[in-house]
């Protein structure tokens, strides 16, 4: 069974940055594809951002281009999302998640088959 534990959330002024981690263990395949989603008090679950396991490619959302990078480690099997320039929307729970197989669509929290238990992020203004 694959787990994914998120580590490096907390809380933050306006303008600064965190690097949040997302360590798997378990898994005895590759991963297609890592994502991080967040989800703010009485809202859905978001996509932030996505990288392919085998070649590095990555995806973001609108809103956190030219402010987050995700990065990945294979040796580690681990995944980080580093946040700079934070602004009070970016608070939220981040979530990691990880897909086995291939899917188009990478945006949609259903796609994905392990989910970490979550770290806060809270930016103050």
């Known amino acids: 069974q694959v787990q994914l534990i998120e580590s490096g959330g907390g809380l933050v002024q306006a303008g600064g940055s965190l690097k949040l981690s997302c360590a798997a263990s378990g898994r005895t395949f590759s991963s297609y594809r890592m994502a991080w989603f967040r989800q703010a008090p009485g809202k859905e679950r978001e996509f932030v951002a996505a990288?392919?396991?085998?070649?590095?490619?990555?995806y973001y959302t609108d809103s956190v281009k030219g402010r987050f990078t995700i990065s990945r480690d294979n040796a580690k099997n681990t995944v980080y999302l580093q946040m700079n320039s934070l602004k009070p929307e970016d608070t939220a729970v981040y979530y990691c998640a990880d897909r086995v197989a291939y899917v188009a669509d990478y945006t949609n929290q259903f796609n994905y088959d392990y989910w970490g238990q979550g770290t806060q992020v809270t930016v103050s203004s």
């Open positions: 990288i392919r396991w085998t070649n590095g490619y990555t």
